[in-house]
Nanobody
């Protein structure tokens, strides 16, 4: 099995910064893309892509975070980070990590963490 765990969430004031981490572990033979998603509270809010990074380091960002958030990863440790600057109240959400991984002697799959809450409020 592949396990994905996020950490680093917590209450943050508007305009401040926060750094999230994601770690994948378990029976991993190989990894590919890793991505951050978020889902704002309230009915009808869908999970949206925040940022993604390939194994080679190519990145892409959602329009609302471009220029403020930075995604990075450490392939040797199977970890991914999200540096979030100038957070605003609309950034309040549960942030999820997704890792595309291949289990040893198994198929490729998308593995999700349980999420970490980031409330942005004064």
């Amino acid at each position: 099995q592949v396990h994905v765990v996020e950490s680093g969430g917590g209450l943050v004031q508007p305009g401040k910064s926060l750094r999230l981490s994601c770690a994948a572990s378990g029976s991993i033979e190989a990894m590919s893309a890793m991505e951050w998603y978020r889902q704002a509270p309230g009915p009808g809010n869908l999970r949206e892509l925040v940022a993604g990074i390939t194994r080679g380091g190519s990145t892409n960002y959602g329009a609302s975070v471009k220029g403020r958030f930075t995604i990075s990863r450490d392939n040797a440790k199977n970890t991914m980070m999200l540096q979030m600057n100038s957070l605003q109240p609309e950034g309040t959400a549960v942030y999820y990590c997704m890792a595309e991984a291949k289990e040893i002697e198994g198929p490729w799959g998308d593995y999700w963490g349980q999420g970490t809450q980031v409330p942005v409020s004064s």
